[in-house]
Antibody, heavy 122, light 111 residues
Framework: EVQLEESGGGLVQPGGSLRLSCAAS????????MNWVRQAPGKGLAWVSY????????YYADSVKGRFTVSRDNAKNSLYLQMNSLRAEDTAVYYC???????????????WGKGTTVTVSS | QSVLTQPPSVSGAPGQRITISCTGS?????????VHWYQQLPGTAPKVLIY???NRPSGVPDRFSGSKSGTSASLAITGLQAEDEADYYC???????????FGGGTQLTVL
C-alpha cells in the first residue's frame, strides 16, 4: 500500500526550530517529486515547499523562504522539513504530499500523509 | 489571501446540483496550467477529487465533474448526498511563484 507518514511535530517556542520527517512506503520514493503543504487551524491549505526527485530543484513559498529547508534521503525513503526561526503564524498541520507522476501542465498531489501538528507558542 | 478565489461556503439539498467556482489569474489558470480539486472530510487529509480540469481518479463517483475556461474553473456535484459534506479546494500552478497555489476552500453543507 502506498503510504506517507509524517512525524516530528510538537510545541515549540517562537524563534525555535523543529525538523519534520515524512516516511514513504509502497512506492519507489526516489522517482517522485514531493511537496510540503500546511493548514493553519480553521484555515485552508497552503503550499510550503517542493523538491524534485533527485533533490536538485527546490522551491519555497515566500512566507517560509530563508527559514525552512526541505531535503530528502532517497536511500531512507524519507523527506524532511527543517524549520527555523519559527513564528506563531507557522502553527499548522503539516502534510507531505506526493506529486502525481508524468504530469506536465501544473502538477497535482495524488498521495497525502495524515499530517503532523506544529504549534508555535510561548 | 489565497491566490485562487473560491466562495467560502455553498449549500444544497440532497439530490440537488451545486457548483463551486475557482478564479485565478494570468500567471496560473489563465497561463494554461491545469486545475485540480481536493475533498477534505472533517479531521482527515485532503484527497484528490478531480485532476487535470476534468479527470476523476478511480473510485471517485461520476457525480463529480470539473471544467475550466479562461482564468476560472468549476467543480460540479450532482445528486448531492450527505456524505459529500466536506471542504473543497482548487489547486493549480503559478509561474510567478514557481509553486502550487490553492483556493481558500469552500465548505459544502448538505441541508
Amino acid at each position: 500500500e502506498v503510504q506517507l507518514e509524517e512525524s516530528g511535530g510538537g510545541l515549540v517556542q517562537p524563534g525555535g526550530s523543529l525538523r519534520l520527517s515524512c516516511a514513504a512506503s509502497g512506492f519507489t520514493f526516489s522517482s517522485y517529486e514531493m511537496n510540503w503543504v500546511r493548514q493553519a487551524p480553521g484555515k485552508g491549505l497552503a503550499w510550503v515547499s517542493y523538491i524534485s526527485s533527485s533533490g536538485s530543484t527546490i522551491y519555497y513559498a515566500d512566507s517560509v523562504k530563508g527559514r525552512f529547508t526541505v531535503s530528502r534521503d532517497n536511500a531512507k525513503n524519507s523527506l524532511y522539513l527543517q524549520m527555523n526561526s519559527l513564528r506563531a503564524e507557522d502553527t499548522a498541520v503539516y502534510y507531505c504530499a506526493r506529486v502525481a507522476p508524468g504530469y506536465n501542465y501544473g502538477y497535482y498531489m495524488d498521495v497525502w500523509g495524515k499530517g503532523t501538528t506544529v504549534t508555535v507558542s510561548s | 489571501q489565497s491566490v485562487l478565489t473560491q466562495p467560502p461556503s455553498v449549500s444544497g439539498a440532497p439530490g440537488q446540483r451545486i457548483t463551486i467556482s475557482c478564479t485565478g489569474s494570468s500567471s496560473n489558470i489563465g497561463a494554461g496550467y491545469d486545475v485540480h480539486w481536493y475533498q477534505q472530510l472533517p479531521g482527515t487529509a485532503p484527497k484528490v477529487l478531480i485532476y487535470g480540469n476534468n479527470n476523476r481518479p478511480s473510485g471517485v463517483p461520476d457525480r463529480f465533474s470539473g471544467s475550466k475556461s479562461g482564468t476560472s474553473a468549476s467543480l460540479a456535484i450532482t445528486g448531492l448526498q450527505a456524505e459529500d459534506e466536506a471542504d473543497y479546494y482548487c489547486q493549480s500552478y503559478d509561474s510567478s511563484l514557481s509553486g502550487s497555489v490553492f483556493g481558500g476552500g469552500t465548505q459544502l453543507t448538505v441541508l
